[in-house]
């Protein structure tokens, strides 16, 4: 009998601990590894010191410190998740007529016009601003015309991927003007391309020219157009490229236009294609991007990274109805830094659902500008304080 109630005992001990799956533990303190108490894949160490599979951060450690999809219960450790903008997809629409080997005035040059050229500007500010900003820009380029003639059909000569400065640089640089500038067909080539992406990241087209479009219909498939086809002079051609802006921001592929050099000829055009193309400047004198030197070339191009980039960061992979968070970025020298919750200078919800952020003031434009990485959102149970920044002795430098 005695035998029998021992054992009676011990099963509703061991019921008790197996039903609660959950022991706090003091803070600091470490509980046994294995599969004692708790069931999952093991037990945390540290505050909380619970279950779950996750990898124990900030104030837990060991492998089961974080919530986790562990079988005991939710944990009580820190848990950061990377987070952040999907870099957009921009493709270079880029102008390689016979005339950007001319200087800013659309003068050709005796001997030709070397550093003073539009196409030396614009290779060395595009290089400057897609190297910079590769990080956080998927960048791709497609010249036209592309066969020194009238026809823009071919595959982009760099195809829009991460980390694209080298292969751009390498070829705009390996690259002299010719042809005409068949910019109907380069921006409706251009969409084409990008519908052939797959990933889920937004997409846009950035076009860059020195004047008017010509090569109407008919003139692609001629190794040596004729003078219908070279005349820049072409209403009708100026509203077929037009529409082409336009059907491209139809299919979801807006159009940033960057008027290059002396092209007084074609403002009203070039304006036209920015409001097409659903990128239009506000309170400048153009609508489009004029640049009429290499500073200016540089600044146009990082206004249209300043617009592509975004700051809004969908919590992707982060348990719902969290209570305690915060929001870390790495700043410019690397250390993990705390933004504040706020929606001048800081971050926000973006609305009542918590699945996305915004990132606000100084932080949105380091985000931007790549001086700040790393963007993490953070959470634990309720309670449990939050350290962004631990230093050597333990303590928090938040």
Same mark, same amino acid.
């Given at each position: ?45 540290? /505050?909380? &010191? @619970?279950?779950?599979?996750?990898? =124990?951060?900030?104030? %837990? $450690?060991?492998? *089961?410190?974080?919530? #986790? ?87 982009? /000569?760099? &195809? @829009?991927?991460?980390?694209?400065? =080298?292969?751009?640089? %390498? $070829?705009?640089? *390996?690259?002299?003007? #010719? ?220």
């Amino acid at each position: 009998m005695r035998k029998l109630q021992r054992q009676m005992v011990r099963a509703l001990l061991i019921s008790s601990v197996v039903g609660c799956g959950f022991n706090p533990g003091a803070p600091g303190e470490s509980l046994p590894s294995g599969s004692g108490a708790s069931s999952g894949n093991g037990t945390g160490n540290g /505050a909380g &010191g @619970v279950t779950g599979n996750g990898t =124990g951060i900030g104030l %837990t $450690s060991g492998g *089961g410190g974080d919530v #986790g999809p562990g079988t005991g219960g939710m944990s009580c450790g820190t848990s950061m998740v990377p987070v952040m903008p999907l870099p957009p997809d921009v493709l270079i629409i880029q102008d390689k007529s016979g005339s950007m080997n001319d200087d800013d005035n659309d003068s050709s040059c005796k001997g030709g016009c070397g550093a003073n050229s539009k196409w030396t500007q614009l290779t060395m500010a595009l290089t400057t601003v897609v190297q910079n900003t590769q990080a956080n820009v998927n960048w791709g380029l497609k010249y036209f015309s592309d066969n020194n003639a009238c026809s823009a059909s071919k595959a982009p /000569a760099v &195809g @829009v991927a991460a980390m694209n400065g =080298g292969p751009i640089t %390498t $070829s705009i640089m *390996g690259t002299q003007p #010719g042809g005409n500038t068949p910019t109907r067909d380069a921006i409706s080539s251009g969409a084409a391309y990008l519908a052939t992406l797959t990933d889920t990241n937004p997409k846009f087209l950035l076009l860059a020219t020195d004047g008017l479009p010509n090569c109407p219909t008919g003139c692609a498939s001629m190794s040596n157009p004729s003078t219908s086809c070279t005349n820049t002079d072409n209403p009708s051609e100026d509203m077929a490229a037009e529409a082409a802006i336009m059907m491209a921001a139809a299919q979801g592929y807006q159009t940033f236009v960057i008027g290059i050099g002396n092209v007084s000829t074609a403002q009203n055009t070039l304006n036209q294609f920015a409001i097409n193309g659903g990128q239009a400047q506000t309170g400048a004198a153009t609508s489009y991007f004029a640049a009429t030197d290499e500073a200016t070339l540089e600044a146009a191009l990082l206004k249209v990274v300043g617009s592509v980039l975004s700051c809004t960061i969908q919590l992707t992979g982060v348990p719902m109805n969290l209570t305690n968070v915060a929001v870390s970025v790495d700043n410019a020298s690397g250390t993990p830094t705390k933004v504040p919750e706020d929606g001048t200078n800081g971050w926000t919800y973006t609305d009542t659902t918590n699945t996305a952020i915004e990132l606000h003031g100084s932080y949105c434009d380091n985000i931007k500008a790549g001086t700040y990485t790393n963007v993490q959102f953070v959470y634990a149970c309720d309670g449990v304080p939050i350290c962004i920044d631990k230093l050597a002795n333990g303590q928090c430098g938040d």
